[in-house]
């Protein structure tokens, strides 16, 4: 079966720190651009961060940028997004996104995949 599957969501401090999971079965993540996106309630989905497939250039949202870092790891077939600092306005689900392609332009217009989702919500 071919799909994404999302891991490490949950309820953080903020300040805290998770690091989230984009795990592919069914196909290898290799040619793939991949991208991190979020949801929150009553909001639109917005990109949060990519990461190409041709040298593993990284693009991140300006309201991520220096807390969230994303890294791929194709012999584990999974991609990464660590978050620190987190702040409530991160509160979320968070989903992961796959577009063979070897560059992120496509990946928010057009992925091939998307995963379910993981819940991650900052409060204290």
């Known amino acids: 079966q071919v799909q994404l599957v999302e891991s490490g969501g949950g309820l953080v401090q903020p300040g805290g720190s998770l690091r989230l999971s984009c795990a592919a079965s069914?196909?290898?993540?290799?040619?793939?651009?991949i991208g991190w996106f979020r949801q929150a309630p009553g909001k639109e989905r917005e990109g949060v961060s990519c990461?190409?497939?041709?040298?593993?250039?990284?693009y991140y949202a300006d309201s991520v940028k220096g807390r969230f870092t994303i890294s791929r790891d194709n012999a584990k077939n999974t991609v990464y997004l660590q978050m620190n600092s987190l702040k409530p306005e991160d509160t979320a689900v968070y989903y992961c996104?796959?577009?063979?392609?070897?560059?992120?332009?496509?990946?928010?217009?057009?992925?091939?995949?998307w995963g379910q989702g993981t819940q991650v919500t900052v409060s204290s």
């Open positions: 069914g196909f290898t993540l290799d040619y793939y651009a």
């Open positions: 990461i190409s497939s041709s040298d593993s250039s990284t």
């Open positions: 996104a796959a577009a063979r392609y070897p560059t992120c332009e496509v990946v928010a217009g057009g992925p091939d995949f």
